[in-house]
Nanobody, 123 residues
Framework: QVQLVESGGGLVQAGDSLRVSCAASGRTISTYAMGWFRQAPGKEREFVASISRSGSSTSYRDSVKGRFTISRDNARNTVYLEMNSLKPEDTAVYYC????????????????WGQGTQVTVSS
């Protein structure tokens, strides 16, 4: 059973960059596909990015392509989301999640979740 803890969120200005982290414990993340999701106030949680179990494949929602990068460091048991050229519409609580599948972009296939970290982008 893996436990996930996000960190690195904060208040930034539009155009700035931010890197959020997801530290895992209890199990090595090398056995999981990993994903980032986000939820803005009054909206449904949505998929942001994912990385395959092997780390060889990544996927992003259209609105963040070219701006966000997901990566994993299995030796540190940590997953990262680098966010560049941030926009006010990126404001949300960002959640890290783990899936027992080799690769997944579907929220229902992610069974282990962190508590989230707040990212606020001002204009």
């Amino acid at each position: 059973q893996v436990q996930l803890v996000e960190s690195g969120g904060g208040l930034v200005q539009a155009g700035d960059s931010l890197r959020v982290s997801c530290a895992a414990s209890g199990r090595t993340i090398s056995t999981y596909a990993m994903g980032w999701f986000r939820q803005a106030p009054g909206k449904e949680r949505e998929f942001v990015a994912s990385i395959s179990r092997s780390g060889s494949s990544t996927s992003y929602r259209d609105s963040v392509k070219g701006r966000f990068t997901i990566s994993r460091d299995n030796a540190r048991n940590t997953v990262y989301l680098e966010m560049n050229s941030l926009k006010p519409e990126d404001t949300a609580v960002y959640y890290c999640a783990a899936s027992s599948l080799a690769y997944s972009d579907y929220e229902r296939q992610y069974k282990f979740w962190g508590q989230g970290t707040q990212v606020t982008v001002s204009s």
